[in-house]
Structure formats: C-alpha cells, structure tokens
C-alpha cells in the first residue's frame, strides 16, 4: 500500500514540475504583454487597426491565467476603450442618419463592454473569492475590500458595466445593475481616489449624474477633482463635465467652454485618450445647434 502510494507521489510530482515552468512562462507573457499596453498611441486609426488583434491575443492568453490582475486590466481596459472610442461613438454620430444601423452600432458596443466587465469581474473573484455575491450584500460591513493592485481592475469593471447600462436602456435587468456598478467603483474610490490621473474621479462623477436621486453638485465636484487629479492635462473630464452638468444644465456657454478647454488640453498632451476626447469634443461643439 505505502509502495502503491508512493508510486502515486511521483507522477504526481513530476506532472506539477512540468506545469510550474508552464505556468511561469505563460504568466510572464502575460505580464509582458500587459506592458505593451501602456504604450503610448496618438493615431487613432493606427489603434483602431490594431486593437482587434492585439485584444484577441490578450484574451486568448487571459483565458489560460484569469487571475493575472495585470493582463485583466489591459484587457477589461482595451475592450472598453474600443467600445466607446470605435463603436459607441459611431452609434451617436450615425443616429441622425441611420437609426437602424445607429442600433446595431449600440447592441455590438453593449457586448464588448459585457465582455470587457466579465473578465474584470473574473480577475477580481479569482483573487478574492465571492467578490460578485458579497458585493451585492446590503450590509456596508459585509461587501469585499480592495487590495491597491487590484483598484485598475476593479475601476475597468465599473467603467465597462457602465458603459453596457448606457447601452441598454431598454433592458430593465441591466438598469437595476446600477446601484452595483456605482457600488464597486465607490470601493475603488475609498482605497484609491486619485486612481488614474483622475479617471475615476470622473467616472465617479458620471455614475453620480447617471443616479436617479444623483446631485448634480456631488457629481460637478468629482469632475473637478478630476481635473485636478490629472493637472488639467486630460481631456476626459473636460467633455464628461460638458456632458453631464452643462448640457443637462442647458447652459451652452459652459458647454462651449469646456469643450475649448478639453481641445486645448488634448494639444498639449498627445496621447490616445486625450485624441479620442479632443474627436469627442470637436464633434460635440459641430453638433452645438442640435444639443442646444
């Protein structure tokens, strides 16, 4: 019997000597590769080409190490910028013309954003199991903590299950996710509020003026310190305060005017995300009659 075992023991070694190697190689691909994701890219047509590709790769390797908190960030983050910088805004821009393919447009963004919230969602209930049920536990004691490499991931799942909900409208399911999507970003908030250059403050700020019993005060503050956060560097914030509290306010001149500031901003610093914003907001002040 005790031959038996052993006999057992060390096949059982060997196959974990062979999956260790296995599985340092492929987490130090991950991680490699979540680096090239900070790369810095200005053309947005060189992007546009060139995401697919890279986020199939990204995905296909995050398949085989769901936990790697690094690559479920570049990933979760790459899906929901493609959503919205290449899908989402081509659905408002086409709206006016053709509301069937505006449509289509839409559904199509609402899947990436689902697909780029499920494998933030994934990453953070592989490294703190039963995140998802305790975050919808209604007691603030009971609801998971955030460890500070894990806030990136965590901000990637709020901003992609926004972006599905803004997608969905019609579907009340995935409006009564809300109050959840405000929640995990609150808990990033809490540990980490200056996350991103401000980005999370300004998703914070768009969370507050999407609620249905939002201040528009609270929300303008967030937006603020967004600015603040990135020292006035980020476009991003400019154009979600232009959207969220001028327009909803009907007063064009700052509508205008933070819109000017978001283009300036975006020529100062050349990165992709102030170059989709800088797109946004020269789209946004053409589109001024209509809005207003």
Known sequence: MI????????PAMLLLAACSPRQMIVDGFANELAS??????????????????YLKLSESLLRQTPGNLKLAEVVAGGFTRYAYAFVATDAERIEGKDAKAAQKLRERAAR???????????????NVPGFAKSLEAVEPASRPGLADDQI??????????????????????????LPLAVR???????????????SLASLMGSFESARPSGSREQAAAYFDRAIAAGAGKNAGPY?????????????????????????A??????DLENEVMRERAQWLLESVDDLF
């Open 36 to 53: 090239q994701g900070a790369v810095v890219e200005d053309d947005l047509v060189l992007a546009r080409e060139a995401s697919a590709f």
């Open 152 to 177: 990136g991931v965590a901000y990637w799942a709020a901003a992609s299950w926004g972006g599905f909900i803004s997608m969905s409208k019609d579907d009340p399911d995935a409006v009564a996710d």
């Open 265 to 270: 901003v975006s020529k100062e610093r050349r």
């Open 112 to 126: 990436l954003y689902l697909r780029a919230n499920r494998h933030a969602m994934t990453a953070l209930e592989q």
């Open 239 to 263: 154009v979600a305060k232009a959207e969220n509290i001028a327009l909803v306010a009907s007063d064009r001149p700052a509508f205008e005017s933070l819109l000017h500031q978001a283009l």
């Open 3 to 10: 031959v038996f075992a052993r006999v057992l023991i060390v």
């Open 184 to 198: 995990l970003a609150k808990l990033a908030w809490d540990r980490q509020p200056e996350h991103g250059e401000g």
